[in-house]
């Protein structure tokens, strides 16, 4: 009987403790990007392909994952529409925004791709790309996009 309320009551804690740590995502760009920091009103700008060019001239490229629950909730709150705006946002700039399969495939095309620009979660960033600040603040801080 003990070990089943153990087992119950670690159950409880991880389940608890999980939304804590999934889908904290971090803005990220290609290496050459001197671009270090941006308001979260700039991004949104990005986003909604409003900015075309980063300050060095370069044309701004989107990259997104096809199916991210976290970048989708995150551009939801970034640009203040619903999940349906986002996806027909998406869909009718299909043309002018790079859609991949995996956050691995989003960062290997940002890495390779002059003005890319991509979001992704946390645990998938590498080397080869620079995480963004967004208004002064890295992933997994209190503030950093949707926390």
Known sequence: MKSHRAA??????TLSLAPCFAHHMAVIVDKNNSVGNVTS?????????EVKKWPDGK???????KSSS??????????KMSESEVKTFI???KNSIMILGSDT???????STPGAVGLVEIHSVSGGVNVV???GKLPMEDGYLSH
Do not use: M
Request: hydrophobic share 50%.
């Open 59 to 65: 044309d701004v490229v989107l990259v997104l994952h």
């Open 41 to 49: 009103a700039h991004l949104a700008k990005i986003f909604r392909s």
């Open 8 to 13: 119950y009551a670690f159950a409880f804690v």
């Open 91 to 93: 869909s009718a700039h």
């Open 105 to 111: 495939d989003v960062v290997k095309q940002v890495e």
């Open 133 to 135: 600040r967004v208004d």
């Open 70 to 79: 976290g970048e989708l909730g995150t551009l939801e709150k970034l640009n």
